[in-house]
């Protein structure tokens, strides 16, 4: 991981918390960053199903085609 979070340009902190959900909703130039480290393309990073939050009714649409 220490490797994975340094190649990428983000902190091992940043990483896990990510990784462990404490971070909600990443922003997509970190994970598009850590993507890129094992050669994944940006258009993997998106979501594939609507994330539900209470008190929203609207579903947010994915990115993906």
Sequence with gaps: ML?????????PETL??????RVAIPAFPTI?????????????????????RPGRTRKIRSHRR
């Design 3 to 11: 490797g994975t979070a340094l190649n990428a340009g983000v902190s």
């Design 32 to 52: 598009a960053a850590i993507a890129d480290v094992p050669g994944l393309p940006s258009t993997q990073c998106g979501r594939s199903q609507p994330v539900r």
């Design 16 to 21: 896990r918390n990510i990784e462990s959900g």
